[in-house]
């Protein structure tokens, strides 16, 4: 089971970070993923980890502003989001699956249950 958590209030401009945890699995084997959606959108890719850290993927309008990032020994994986706009407003999720790492949703096996970003104007 995975837990997101991080989302809150930030003015634009600002930065949060997000974690995912993972319980009862080890998350070091998976290549995990984040995701954002917008009521009444599509969950759209955000950025993506190789299971070792190896290797990174971003979505194009986050590049430059968020890293990804993953600790193996504390089984979690981290979203730094800086520099903050309104249109990064979602509710963000995690996911976590073995041999695929990309923007295809519909791979990725486990996901959290998200935690929402306001990033007010």
């Known amino acids: 089971q995975l837990q997101a958590s991080g989302g809150g209030l930030v003015q634009a401009g600002g930065s949060l970070r997000l974690s995912c945890a993972a319980s009862?699995?080890?998350?070091?084997?998976?290549?995990v993923g984040w995701f954002r959606q917008v009521p009444g959108k599509e969950r759209e890719f955000v950025a993506a980890?190789?299971?070792?850290?190896?290797?990174?993927y971003y979505e194009d309008s986050v590049k430059g502003r968020f890293t990804i990032s993953r600790d193996n020994a504390k089984n979690t994986v981290y979203l730094q989001m800086n520099s903050l706009k309104p249109e990064d407003t979602a509710v963000y999720y995690c996911?976590?699956?073995?041999?695929?790492?990309?923007?295809?949703?519909?791979?990725?096996?486990?996901w959290g249950q998200g935690t929402l970003v306001t990033v007010s104007s």
């Open positions: 980890i190789s299971w070792s850290g190896g290797s990174t």
């Open positions: 996911a976590a699956v073995l041999n695929y790492i990309g923007t295809y949703s519909r791979e990725y096996t486990y």
């Open positions: 009862g699995r080890t998350l070091s084997a998976y290549n």
